[in-house]
């Protein structure tokens, strides 16, 4: 959730699990289309870290 929040996203309201869920899916929405279930798996992680190494490197 940190690094979501690093790279922009707000987390306020991911205290519950649909909200976290909801926070995966907008990210998926623009990063990944073809699966935006809101499910942090490999790739959406993968996708999240090399955007992070790209624009904020050392964070």
């Known amino acids: 959730m940190s690094r979501?929040?690093?790279y922009g996203y707000s987390i306020s309201g991911?205290?519950?699990d649909d909200g976290?869920?909801?926070l995966v899916r907008a990210f998926?929405?623009?990063f990944r289309q073809k699966?935006?279930?809101g499910i942090m798996d490999a790739?959406?992680?993968a996708i999240l870290y090399a955007l992070l190494e790209k624009?904020?490197?050392g964070k």
Do not use: G, R
Request: net charge negative; proline share 5%.
């Open 14 to 16: 991911v205290e519950t």
């Open 28 to 30: 998926q929405l623009h």
């Open 4 to 6: 979501l929040k690093t």
């Open 20 to 22: 976290y869920k909801a």
């Open 43 to 45: 790739e959406t992680a």
């Open 55 to 57: 624009y904020f490197p």
């Open 35 to 37: 699966n935006y279930d």
